[in-house]
């Protein structure tokens, strides 16, 4: 009888694992779907399609991905929201998979349904960027890692190093994830077997073979990518601090909702069965398994309280993957197939108010005039690309402007224009002079970005065109702010 429970809650979480990918996918869909896709996913389109090994803001892996992912799947949102979902689906997943190697029978499934409450595995989640890639990186690398301490084998060993290394490849932020992992190595019981094994030498060197090109490239560019790391915690230590604190406050009310359902799923038994956390997390067997959770948040935090780096939500969304499940194995055997079943059918009815609440929410977006630029930056893409080909018999090749207009140009466009970020030579490697003259630019600016309009200027030839534009979003007969942008068409000097 138990079996037979254990396996229908087995089917069931897989059903809900998969409801949830689907309904996540819709829902930013839904939710954003009067506004373009999140900035920080246009730019990795804008970037994946110049295969690169590393980019000015951050290593290359998720923009690779991105770029991949377009090569199979139409250049659409909801395309792009599927890949947020499959990411957020192959982070359970490792979850799952982990929550096998350290919990028995029903204290698995909580481990992962809870996470479903998590703004980590929702709306957060859904913009694809350098930090929430970490959420399908970090689960799977920890699953090898534990099973490497388990089994002392150099494959699992060398599989956690390769997963490893991608996670640096997505952001240098990861070392923190790399460092937890190697305090708690040290502090395993069976530490010593495991340093005498080839696991974690074929995981070092493993690591290091992925990382070592896009290393390499960023010696040659003189490390412009951690130097934009650094640069972001470059203003007053106080602000820093107050920026880490108000993390962790937001942090902490996020993850109420998954804090409440298993309380509630406890029952009167909640206040005594909490006091069995801190011991357990404490305990000599299970301290190697703390750190190894809890240590990349802690380690985040910590240096933004110092002052050392400006720490944001965004930040700390990679980090809690493995809070439920440290929650659930401090409780082992108190959770029953009874609290997995409210579990999971909250998480079902969770999954449905999401859904139904996303038309509100994109109501509310132009009601309330939410991202401005955001709102007509897809009609900009297309209506300058109608009024370029106008003027020029050739494709749009070039665009840049202001960081919205010039980052859906990039992806809205039917042509797909390189993005010339921020008119640097420097920052898109892939333009050049000649290749301006030859194959001419579009400028998208905010009437009231003179910064854009002055930059636009250097590239003007005879053959500069300035179109003043009016935009305005409409949705559900709700029309948005009028968008007041400069359009300046500057066309090949030999016009092919």
């Not at 952001?171 to 019981?189: E, G, Q, R, T």
């Not at 720490?311 to 055997?333: F, H, K, S």
């Amino acid at each position: 009888m138990v079996t037979d429970r254990y396996r229908r809650s087995h089917r069931l979480l897989l059903l809900l694992l998969i409801a949830h990918v689907v309904i996540i996918t819709l829902f930013a869909w839904i939710a954003r779907f009067p506004v373009a896709v999140w900035d920080d996913m246009l730019e990795a389109w804008a970037w994946g399609k110049q295969f690169e090994l590393g980019y000015y803001k951050h290593p290359p892996l998720y923009a690779w991905i991105t770029g991949i992912w377009f090569k199979i799947f139409p250049r659409t949102d909801l395309a792009f929201y599927s890949l947020s979902g499959l990411n957020i689906g192959l982070s359970l997943a490792g979850v799952w998979l982990l929550s096998g190697l350290l919990l028995d029978k029903y204290a698995r499934f909580p481990a992962v349904a809870l996470l479903l409450f998590a703004p980590s595995h929702h709306y957060m989640a859904t913009n694809f960027n350098a930090n929430t890639i970490q959420l399908s990186l970090w689960p799977w690398a920890a699953f090898f890692f534990v099973r490497s301490l388990q089994s002392k084998g150099w494959k699992d060993g060398t599989w956690f190093g390769v997963i490893g290394g991608c996670a640096m490849l997505s952001k240098y932020s990861s070392i923190l994830f790399l460092v937890s992992c190697f305090f708690a190595a040290l502090l395993h019981p069976d530490r010593r077997s495991y340093f005498r094994s080839a696991a974690p030498y074929c995981a070092v060197f493993a690591c290091a073979i992925f990382f070592a090109p896009h290393a390499w490239w960023a010696w040659e560019n003189g490390l412009v990518t951690v130097h934009y790391a650094l640069g972001k915690g470059l203003r007053p230590w106080w602000q820093n601090t107050y920026s880490a604190l108000n993390a962790t406050v937001v942090g902490i009310m996020a993850n109420a909702a998954s804090t409440a359902v298993l309380l509630v799923a406890l029952g009167r038994r909640w206040p005594a069965l909490i006091g069995q956390l801190g011991h357990s997390w404490t305990t000599h067997e299970n301290l190697w398994l703390t750190v190894l959770g809890a240590g990349p948040l802690l380690l985040t935090l910590l240096l933004g309280v110092v002052g050392y780096i400006k720490v944001t939500p965004n930040y700390l969304i990679p980090t809690v993957y493995l809070l439920p499940l440290l929650a659930c194995r401090a409780l082992g055997a108190t959770l029953t197939y009874k609290h997995v079943g409210n579990i999971t059918r909250w998480a079902a009815a969770f999954m449905l108010f999401s859904l139904s609440v996303a038309p509100v929410i994109a109501y509310a977006s132009v009601a309330f005039r939410i991202e401005d630029k955001t709102q007509v930056s897809r009609q900009v893409a297309q209506l300058s690309t109608s009024l370029w080909k106008e003027r020029v018999a050739a494709p749009l090749r070039i665009a840049t402007g202001t960081e919205q207009f010039s980052l859906a140009l990039s992806f809205y466009s039917p042509d797909s224009p390189a993005e010339f970020t921020h008119y640097s030579l420097q920052q898109a490697p892939w333009i050049t002079r000649e290749r301006i003259a030859r194959e001419g630019i579009l400028c998208a600016c905010a009437a009231k970005d003179k910064v854009c309009i002055e930059a636009a200027r250097v590239y003007a030839t005879e053959r500069t065109e300035h179109l003043p534009l009016t935009l305005q979003n409409n949705f559900w007969g709700l029309r948005g702010p009028p968008t007041d942008v400069a359009l300046i068409i500057t066309a090949p000097i030999v016009n092919r």
